[in-house]
């Protein structure tokens, strides 16, 4: 750290100051605590590397094995009745047009709401969820395929015999025409 | 441009007469200096890695300790003595003037005129003088204006004049 003399700057007590200050001398007992103290820092310096080093390592390898053996636990995992996958509400089953026959067959790509509401509920028909509603005299059911959902609605007041409609309709393949 | 090869030991015994210097240029009491020196070594060890040489360490250990000795300052000041007004800044530094009595050498005419620097004087005069680093240095290591080291520099060195022959300003 060389310094150019600036004329301006030149301070008779210079020298005074300089030699003054070279008599203040660090007390050995502090730099020999503090060398101590330093030393212990550095120890724990060194421990916690030597820590992050040992346990990231085992962290991040328990993480990935923590998420590559659950993912195929958690694709292979059953689906409850309650859980049946559902597409957002779009529209309704009253939007179906009716062809004047018993039963009504319609694919969409979307759930009805009155399939929604609390008083649907599910059964499994020929290893199928199939969600059931009641409406006005007859019923709604409706079972997730491929292309969407096929939508059942019936005006008979048997369910019984709706049951059986939609197990034939399964037992064919379940889409309709 | 090497690598820091220094072990901590080396850089203690190397450095620790400037340190202490410093400190007790800075807060004019071995107490607060002694806190300081050993605050400033272990700060080194937590951060030597982002030390890149010597030139580097030695600017690095002037500057931790003339903030250390700020902080320090600042928490005597809060303990002890009610805040100056603006108009008083330029006035020489007497809130630690007791504690300047435990100083060594403070009959020292010259170094305790010096300590009796306000505070912000006293690292330009101690880096300028003793240390002997150009403005340029000085105003890059404490992160000031040339203009402004020179102006504080020029101030230091007209009050000191005063003080030392006993002149009126």
């Given at each position: 750290?060389?310094?150019?003399?600036?004329?301006?700057?030149?301070?008779?007590?210079?020298?005074?100051?300089?030699?003054?200050?070279?008599?203040?001398?660090a007390?050995?007992?502090l730099v020999?605590l503090t060398k101590e103290k330093a030393?212990?820092e550095?120890?724990?310096?060194?421990?916690?590397?030597?820590?992050?080093?040992?346990?990231?390592?085992?962290?991040?390898?328990?993480?990935?094995?923590?998420?590559?053996?659950?993912?195929?636990?958690?694709?292979?995992?059953?689906?409850?009745?309650?859980?049946?996958?559902?597409?957002?509400?779009?529209?309704?089953?009253?939007?179906?047009?009716?062809?004047?026959?018993?039963?009504?067959?319609?694919?969409?790509?979307?759930?009805?709401?009155?399939?929604?509401?609390?008083?649907?509920?599910?059964?499994?028909?020929?290893?199928?969820?199939?969600?059931?509603?009641?409406?006005?005299?007859?019923?709604?059911?409706?079972?997730?395929?491929?292309?969407?959902?096929?939508?059942?609605?019936?005006?008979?007041?048997?369910?019984?015999?709706?049951?059986?409609?939609?197990?034939?309709?399964?037992?064919?393949?379940?889409?309709?025409? | 441009?090497?690598?820091?090869?220094?072990?901590?030991?080396?850089?203690i015994?190397?450095?620790a007469?400037?340190v202490y210097?410093?400190a007790?240029?800075?807060?004019?009491?071995?107490?607060d200096a002694q806190d300081i020196f050993q605050e400033v070594f272990l700060r080194l060890v937590?951060?030597?890695?982002?030390?890149?040489?010597?030139?580097?360490?030695?600017?690095?250990?002037?500057?931790?300790t003339?903030?250390c000795?700020?902080?320090?300052?600042?928490?005597?000041?809060?303990?002890?003595?009610?805040?100056?007004?603006?108009?008083?800044?330029?006035?020489?530094?007497?809130?630690?003037?007791?504690?300047?009595?435990?100083?060594?050498?403070?009959?020292?005419?010259?170094?305790?005129?010096?300590?009796?620097?306000?505070?912000?004087?006293?690292?330009?005069?101690?880096?300028?003088?003793?240390?002997?680093?150009?403005?340029?240095?000085?105003?890059?290591?404490?992160?000031?204006?040339?203009?402004?080291?020179?102006?504080?520099?020029?101030?230091?060195?007209?009050?000191?004049?005063?003080?030392?022959?006993?002149?009126?300003?």
């Amino acid at each position: 750290m060389s310094q150019q003399k600036e004329p301006d700057y030149v301070w008779d007590g210079c020298e005074p100051y300089k030699e003054e200050l070279r008599h203040v001398h660090a007390p050995a007992e502090l730099v020999a605590l503090t060398k101590e103290k330093a030393a212990a820092e550095e120890g724990k310096q060194k421990r916690q590397r030597l820590r992050r080093r040992m346990y990231l390592p085992a962290v991040a390898a328990a993480a990935f094995a923590v998420v590559v053996l659950s993912f195929p636990l958690w694709q292979k995992a059953p689906l409850k009745g309650s859980e049946t996958p559902l597409q957002p509400y779009l529209g309704s089953a009253a939007d179906i047009p009716k062809s004047g026959e018993e039963t009504v067959l319609q694919q969409t790509a979307i759930l009805p709401v009155e399939l929604l509401q609390e008083n649907a509920w599910t059964e499994e028909l020929e290893g199928i969820q199939v969600k059931f509603v009641q409406k006005d005299s007859g019923y709604i059911a409706a079972f997730a395929g491929e292309a969407g959902y096929t939508v059942v609605s019936s005006k008979t007041e048997d369910l019984e015999t709706f049951r059986e409609e939609l197990k034939f309709l399964l037992q064919n393949g379940g889409e309709c025409e | 441009m090497g690598a820091l090869r220094l072990k901590t030991d080396e850089i203690i015994d190397k450095y620790a007469d400037m340190v202490y210097r410093i400190a007790v240029n800075e807060t004019g009491n071995r107490e607060d200096a002694q806190d300081i020196f050993q605050e400033v070594f272990l700060r080194l060890v937590r951060y030597r890695d982002k030390i890149a040489n010597e030139e580097h360490l030695k600017a690095w250990l002037i500057r931790v300790t003339i903030n250390c000795a700020k902080k320090q300052k600042g928490s005597f000041w809060n303990r002890k003595v009610a805040p100056v007004e603006e108009s008083s800044k330029e006035q020489p530094d007497e809130r630690t003037a007791d504690a300047y009595e435990a100083v060594e050498n403070a009959d020292s005419p010259v170094l305790l005129a010096v300590r009796e620097l306000p505070e912000k004087y006293r690292s330009v005069v101690y880096l300028f003088y003793y240390e002997e680093m150009s403005i340029a240095q000085i105003g890059k290591l404490l992160e000031e204006k040339e203009s402004t080291v020179k102006s504080r520099l020029y101030r230091a060195r007209e009050i000191l004049k005063i003080r030392l022959k006993g002149e009126k300003p």
